[in-house]
């Protein structure tokens, strides 16, 4: 009896897997990995202000330990090897694959955590009312503000 039930249950799954594949695909082709691995909570008392880092138009959120970067509307975060991509600065955070990283982002220079002197802090509600206008016109290539100087005014 019970070796019965336990091929009849055994039936009931082969069965049920079988009709879950969609017709003309074959079992196997649709293969999904998922990360489980989810970067920690970073709290924020306000939005916080990020500065653009130098010959890209990519930002970052200086003062916390966590790598966050804004690029071309979307938040980036780097975390144990994975990349993750939210619509806000605090997440959700969802886990995207290495080539779908922006350059400007995946390949940010070693040393874009120093400030030197004249770098700008943007408060979040501009970069948020901004960031196609600068990226659309070039701002930061002809304006320079942030970099550490500001036109007009030569290097410091």
Not at 77 to 83: D, G, L, M, Q
Request: charged content about 25%.
């Amino acid at each position: 009896m019970k070796r019965g039930l336990l091929t009849f249950f055994f039936g009931v799954v082969v069965m049920a897997a079988a009709v879950s594949y969609p017709y003309g695909e074959a079992a196997g082709t649709d293969v999904h990995v998922g990360i489980n691995i989810v970067p920690p909570h970073v709290v924020f008392s306000a939005p916080p202000s990020v500065v653009v880092i130098p010959g890209t138009y990519a930002y970052f959120i200086p003062g916390i330990k966590a790598d966050i970067f804004f690029y071309d509307g979307y938040w980036y975060r780097p975390y144990r090897s994975y990349w993750y991509r939210a619509h806000r600065y605090d997440g959700p955070w969802v886990y995207i694959e290495p080539r779908r990283v922006p350059g400007p982002v995946l390949h940010v220079p070693h040393d874009f955590r120093h400030l030197r002197p004249g770098y700008e802090r943007i408060p979040y509600g501009h970069l948020k009312k901004n960031w196609k206008k600068w990226q659309r016109e070039r701002h930061w290539d002809r304006h320079e503000r942030g970099h550490g100087r500001e036109k007009g005014r030569g290097r410091h």
